[in-house]
């Protein structure tokens, strides 16, 4: 049987390259010096559909060509969703935060802290 080219199991990939729902990275994409571009988790909802999801942690998470990381995404389901944090998260070159951004459910909250975002996320069931 063939190896996963991601996480290296003994499981046969599909042509997006996932073996299974918790495959470490399903896509990963380098820039021309090797370094990591980006690396994406997706789940397979069908045979022609496959969603941004990732359980714990960030689904897609970006770097600048240094190596260093550019972005953090948390998807579920294909929708920018986070409960415990921003759903997105970009940092410089030097690896400090630039912005913060909470979503739920693939809505942008306008909230800039976590305890603000339960308060929201309780006021709105």
């Known amino acids: 049987m063939p190896i996963c ?5 003994d499981t046969e ?8 729902p918790d495959c470490p990275a399903s896509r990963i ?17 069908s045979d022609s559909d496959h969603s941004m999801h990732r359980d714990f942690g ?3 998470i970006l770097f600048h060509p240094n ?5 953090q995404w948390w998807f579920k389901n294909n929708s920018k969703h986070r409960e415990d ?3 997105v998260v970009k940092y410089n070159e030097d690896g400090g935060i630039t912005e913060e951004i909470y979503y739920l459910d693939n809505e942008r909250i306008p909230v800039t802290s976590v305890e603000e975002l339960t308060i929201y996320a309780v006021q709105s069931k």
């Open 67 to 71: 190596g260093q990381m550019s972005a």
């Open 5 to 9: 080219r991601n996480c290296k199991r």
């Open 58 to 60: 960030p689904a897609m």
């Open 13 to 20: 990939c599909d042509y997006d390259g996932l073996c299974a």
């Open 85 to 87: 944090g921003p759903a």
């Open 29 to 45: 994409l380098r820039f021309y010096n090797g370094n990591v571009m980006t690396q994406m988790w997706k789940i397979r909802i």
